[in-house]
């Protein structure tokens, strides 16, 4: 079963502007993963936030986490149309670290 | 440097038949993983290989899902009997070290097999 619901669940935008997609889970976490696919590719590793920690930087991107709400944001700035693709969060949980339970995505469109 | 390598990348089976998906882990990699992604949906996890060993195999949706690793490093997914809604694209995935503890090891996925079938 997957523990994590994102939202939307498609978002379109122009380039440059930015994009914003949530991620609510269900269950008490060690980290939290994002991770970007390309049609008809596998997951690339993107940013993990640990449980401490509350917003996390890396290029354009932007995680923060609210432990207490259960969710996580990711902030792509200055979108370009190579950000087009799904973006999933995972979260990993009780005492298998890596035994990662992912959402369903959200599938960012951004046009040239 | 090769990554994680999938073949094939894409597969049509008749309902019934047998079907046996590879994944070649990055070399040396202790941990190997494969998640089922139905269409429009995140992966799943399905099964988790520590070297030879299968760990963890809760994920497997039926008895006609089998997975081995006998050598600790190629792994090969078979699905007997193969039903429509086994229709997915099967990902793997593999890590340096073992699962569990308090450390993160990052999981590198191949392309995924896309299993379609009729």
């Known amino acids: 079963s997957q523990q994590g619901e994102e939202d939307p669940q498609a978002l379109s935008i122009q380039e440059g502007e930015n994009a914003t997609m949530n991620c609510s889970y269900k269950t008490s976490i060690n980290n939290l993963q994002w991770y970007r696919q390309n049609s008809g590719r596998g997951l690339v590793h993107l940013i993990l936030i640990r449980s401490n920690e509350r917003e996390k930087h890396s290029g354009r991107l932007r995680v923060t986490l609210d432990t207490s709400k259960k969710s996580s944001s990711l902030l792509i700035t200055a979108s370009r149309a190579a950000d087009t693709a799904s973006y999933f969060c995972a979260t990993d949980e009780g005492v298998n670290n890596n035994d990662m339970r992912f959402g369903a995505g959200t599938r960012l469109t951004v046009k040239p | 440097g090769a990554g994680v390598s999938q073949s094939p990348r894409y597969k049509v089976a008749k309902r019934g038949q047998d079907v046996a998906l590879r994944c070649d882990p990055i070399s040396g990699h202790v941990s190997l993983f494969w998640y089922q992604q139905a269409l429009g949906q995140g992966p799943e996890f399905l099964t988790y290989?520590?070297?030879?060993?299968?760990?963890?195999k809760s994920g497997l949706p039926s008895d006609r899902f089998f997975a081995e690793r006998p050598e600790g490093s190629v792994s090969t997914l078979k699905i007997q009997r193969t039903q429509q809604e086994d229709s997915a694209v099967y990902l793997c995935a593999s890590s340096l070290v073992g699962r569990g503890g308090l450390s993160y090891n990052e999981q590198f996925f191949g392309p995924g097999t896309r299993l379609t079938v009729l």
């Open positions: 290989f520590q070297n030879e060993a299968q760990l963890d």
